[in-house]
Structures are given as C-alpha cells and as structure tokens.
C-alpha cells in the first residue's frame, strides 16, 4: 500500500498502525521528504467482498448441515458418496 504526503505529494511510509476493529486500522504515516517531515493519520477500512472466500462458503456449509436432523445428514452423506 503507497501513501502520500497531502502537504507536499511526496511518497510516505506508514510508521506504525493501531486496528481499531476487524474492519479499521487506522494508519500513522510520514513523509519520506526529510526537508517536509509531515506526519499524519490515515485509516484503511473493509468496504465489500468482491469473491467470496472459499474456506467461509465450507463453514457455511458445514453449519448448514450440522444443522440438519441426523437422518437427513445420513441422507445427504449417501447421496454425496454416490456422486462421487
């Protein structure tokens, strides 16, 4: 991730972050310029998921079928194996 200095346009580096939640950290940067020395916070957040993560569609599936009665779990495991 590049950062930039808002005063003088120069690239910056973030020097160190603080993540206020799953969602936000929030990000303490300076200027690369020495001559500028501007420090700042910025933030990055969570926005949207584009494509969702394969390993939350198996959770999601597991608890869907912990769910079940344990007769429809039998039901399903059998026809799972017969599609193999």
Not at 37 to 61: D, E, I
Request: proline share 2%; hydrophobic share 30%; charged share 25%.
């Amino acid at each position: 991730m590049r950062v930039y200095c808002r005063e003088c346009g120069n690239k910056g580096r973030i020097t160190n972050t603080n993540r206020l939640s799953r969602d936000y950290t929030e990000l303490y940067c300076q200027c690369n310029d020495a001559e500028c020395g501007h420090t700042w916070v910025g933030g990055f957040g969570y926005r949207h998921t584009l494509s969702p993560s394969a390993k939350t569609a198996s959770q999601m599936a597991f608890q869907l079928v912990k769910s079940l009665a344990p007769e429809m779990q039998r039901d399903l495991l059998k026809e799972l194996e017969g599609a193999r």
